[in-house]
DNA sequence: ACACAGATTCGACATATGTCAAAGCATCGG
DNA sequence: CCGATGCTTTGACATATGTCGAATCTGTGT
């Protein structure tokens, strides 16, 4: 479990980092606030955290944080279909959330914590 | 504009700060991570997050922190009608993220940094 | 009581989202 | 090459969400 080869694939729809640009940026004069783009992009990140489901199945892979897990292991813990968790596992991926190894026949998924901290970085310079 | 009275009413669905507990609880060993209840509460306040026009709408806020909007001077900043701005500064009111203060016939909105940063303090634990 | 200004609610609509069963892909082992 | 196993895609469906115009409500002043 502890050597799997390391191809996580990283998504290319979005950048595995946010620029940490905070909500309220003071030194910007806008007076429209946030641009309409940032705002969509960071909405993109949050609405992929916005569902139980999605909360829950990263709750699992943060379980197994060196290992990953499969489809076919995490349905029936979230008493979910496969082709659901499969899709939710696709938001994840898209938003940079989790990242994902083939292994054989079986897919792992995992956690990126680096992205979660980055959603949570941009809350925090929001409101420090 | 610095002397309102201070009656800004505190949201009755949500309780103002989250309990900070983390997405993945290291000192449960519930096989099912987080419970189903936790992830939906979790899953609420980022919902009502995760909207380009309420991040706008936040932002705005976020720039008359003392003094707060209102939903009449608030709709053309954000090229909405006015009854769509009332319906996103509802939902941000029932998750916490904003209170209200009526003055008059105006209602003027302020933003409550505590609950963003309670949400950005359970994202930052999650991955600590 | 009346008219007015501002805010919300209502009704309607289009679009997005979560869910599943069934069909389709991909990889491995004979 | 063929079957088995696991994953994803497709099609369909119900529900939720964002948006607006029109109607309604709420508070102020005359």
């Known amino acids: 479990m502890s050597n799997l080869c390391d191809h996580w694939t990283v998504p290319k729809t979005l950048p595995l980092l946010l620029d940490a640009r905070p909500i309220c940026c003071p030194t910007l004069e806008d007076p429209a ?5 940032d705002a969509t992009a960071l909405a993109v990140r949050l609405k992929a955290l916005a569902d139980p489901a999605r909360i829950r199945l990263l ?6 944080l060196g290992e990953g897990a499969s489809t076919r292991e995490l349905a029936p813990l979230l008493a979910l279909s496969e082709p659901t968790v499969s899709h939710h596992l696709h938001t994840l991926l898209n ?13 792992y998924y995992r956690v990126v914590p680096e992205a979660i901290q980055a959603i949570a970085r941009v809350l925090h310079l929001t409101c420090c």
Chains 1, 2 share one sequence.
């Open 95 to 107: 938003s940079g959330l989790v990242a994902k190894d083939r292994q054989g026949t079986t897919v």
């Open 59 to 64: 709750s699992l892979l943060l379980d197994r």
């Open 33 to 37: 606030g946030i641009s309409d783009a």
